[in-house]
Structures are given as structure tokens and as C-alpha cells.
């Protein structure tokens, strides 16, 4: 597997980063380097507002990064509530994550309803640190929206964001393969709905940015994945569940 450099764009007013961990933060930390997450911002850079997507490992690092590029961390959002996303406790670790982040900047936590109260849980993070929303939400930073779409099955409240022609979904769909079901709140027929109905909207030539590192490349188009990852191979529930259920 090789690493891909760091994703950086400075558009008119889009600014977006893909940060492994590992690589571009946290260095030196070897369960970062393992667990191959991607961290995005996600920022308009007239307004000077960004917004961090699953913070967790080295939050501050992230923010240092962010404001060395002249910008300011206005937010986080979260693509579901397993530690290595937002913080918490995992396989004998403590993951820095929401947490840490919200000690040094006063900003909200934006998660899918269904998956606050595991978000609450595993960061210790209070009801007034959050911000539940549910599909079809948006937000906007600046001049720059995101659309938030539920993506259940991973998790109850997994969801990905939709920016500019760039899906970030988060453990729901990889390059290769997709987000277990087999963890808690997983259920894999609401990920085939996932896949095969909520994420439909998404066109062929939107690029596809994951929650880990997987593959040799760290993104794809949407018509690529569609053809070659072979969790789109079955033509019906009952095929999919047969190989994922």
C-alpha cells in the first residue's frame, strides 16, 4: 500500500484538507498509524471559518494546522461515534478527540440525532456540546454548504457530508469494501439501503473521500467505486445480505 501526499485545495473561497493520521498528525503515535483515519476540513476561506470532520487522535494538531493556513475551527462534525472518529476509549486506548478539541476551542459537536447520545457516551461531551441533525440538513460555513445525509448501518447515526461535488462518508463506503456491521447499532440491511438508495443521489462524478486510508488511493470517483468495489457487485437485499448480513 503507498501513501498518498496530503489533500490540499485553496479554491476561490473552497478550502479543503484530507489529513491521514499518522502522516499529517499525530506522528508518532502508533495507533493512529494503524488505524489509517482521514481527518477533512472543510472551510471558506473568505470567511475565515472552517470546520473539522471526526477529530480525533491529535485535535489540537489539526486546529494548529488549520490556523497556520489563516482560518479558524468554527466547528466539528461527526461521521458516526466509534472513538477513532470523535474520542473515547478503544482496545485499551484513550483516543483524544471531541473533547480535547472543545477544552481549548468553544465550538459544536454536529451529529446525527440517532448517534448523540453514544457520542455523549464515549467522548463525555454534555447535551449543550452537541447539535443533532437528521437527512436533508445542511450546514453552511460561510459561502460554502454541506449537506448532511444519513447513512445508517455502520451505525445507527453514521452519516455522510456532500461539498462541492465531494462525498466524505465516513466508515459507510470505502474505495474497497464498506463499514462493518457487525459492531454495535451495525445492521446490514440498513447499509445496502445506505449504499443502494441514500447515497443514489450522489452522482457518478462527485469524488469519494473515506473515513480510513484502505486502498492504494485515497479517493475515487463515485462511477469508479460503483463499478469495481464489489459491495455494489449484488443486484438485489437478499443477494447483498447472503454476503454481508
Not at 22 to 27: I, L, Q
Not at 81 to 90: E, L, N, Q, R, S
Not at 193 to 217: I, M
Request: hydrophobic share 40%; aromatic share 8%.
Amino acid at each position: 500500500m503507498t501513501d498518498a501526499p496530503a489533500s490540499e485545495e485553496h479554491g476561490e473561497r473552497l478550502y479543503f484538507r484530507q489529513l491521514l493520521s499518522g502522516r499529517d498528525f499525530a506522528v508518532g503515535d502508533p495507533l493512529a498509524a494503524q488505524m489509517r483515519n482521514f481527518v477533512y476540513v472543510i472551510g471558506d476561506r473568505e470567511s475565515g471559518k472552517a470546520v473539522v470532520i471526526d477529530p480525533a487522535y491529535d485535535p489540537l494538531g489539526v486546529v494548529e494546522l488549520v490556523e497556520n493556513d489563516g482560518l479558524t475551527v468554527a466547528g466539528a462534525l461527526a461521521t458516526h461515534y466509534h472513538p477513532d472518529h470523535v474520542g473515547g476509549a478503544m482496545m485499551g486506548f484513550d483516543i483524544m478527540g471531541c473533547r480535547e478539541l472543545l477544552e481549548q476551542r468553544t465550538v459544536p459537536v454536529h451529529v446525527h440525532a440517532d448517534d448523540a447520545e453514544f457520542v455523549r457516551k464515549v467522548t463525555g461531551l454534555g447535551e449543550s456540546d452537541l447539535i443533532s441533525h437528521h437527512t436533508g440538513d445542511h450546514l453552511e460555513i460561510g459561502a460554502v454548504r454541506i449537506e448532511l445525509i444519513h447513512t445508517p448501518g455502520h451505525t445507527p447515526g453514521s452519516q455522510c457530508f456532500l461539498v462541492d461535488g465531494r462525498l466524505l462518508a465516513g466508515d459507510t463506503l470505502f474505495l474497497d469494501g464498506c463499514g462493518r456491521t457487525d459492531l454495535p447499532g451495525g445492521d446490514p440491511a440498513q447499509l445496502y439501503e445506505s449504499l443502494t438508495q441514500r447515497l443514489a443521489k450522489v452522482p457518478d462524478t462527485a469524488t469519494l473521500y473515506p473515513g480510513h486510508l484502505y486502498s492504494p488511493d485515497a479517493s475515487a470517483s463515485m462511477g469508479h467505486t460503483r463499478q469495481h468495489n464489489f459491495v455494489f457487485a449484488p443486484k438485489s437485499a437478499e443477494q447483498w445480505l447472503a454476503m454481508f448480513g
